[in-house]
């Protein structure tokens, strides 16, 4: 679990080439708020309520205990000021559904 920065995301990003958000975070870090604006400011917002906020486009897909296959969406928390990373959640969920 590790703190990710704006600058650490650009260090990345140029790098690998690559300017996936969800590939330099990793489930349980702590995102910035400089990062976390960011994120929220170039992707689309698909949830924002009290609990949760998601970020982007589907990043995968993943079956529910029903058998229906449903989109999985970057996932983020907020606790006294912080932001958490919780992975690829169903919509309105923070349980991380991805195989990462």
């Not at 907020?78 to 919509?91: I, Q």
Request: aromatic share 14%; with cysteine.
């Amino acid at each position: 679990m590790n703190e990710k920065t704006l600058d650490g995301f650009k260090l990345y990003s140029s790098i690998t080439g690559r300017g996936d958000a969800a590939a330099y975070l990793s489930k349980g870090d702590i995102v910035s708020n400089e990062l976390f604006k960011h994120l929220k400011h170039t992707m689309p917002l698909i949830t924002d309520s009290r609990y949760c906020l998601q970020l982007g486009e589907p990043l995968d897909y993943a079956y529910t205990p029903g058998l229906h296959l449903k989109p999985l969406y970057m996932t983020f928390t907020e606790f006294k000021g912080a932001w958490r990373f919780h992975g690829l959640c169903f919509k309105n969920e923070i349980i991380d559904k991805s195989w990462r």
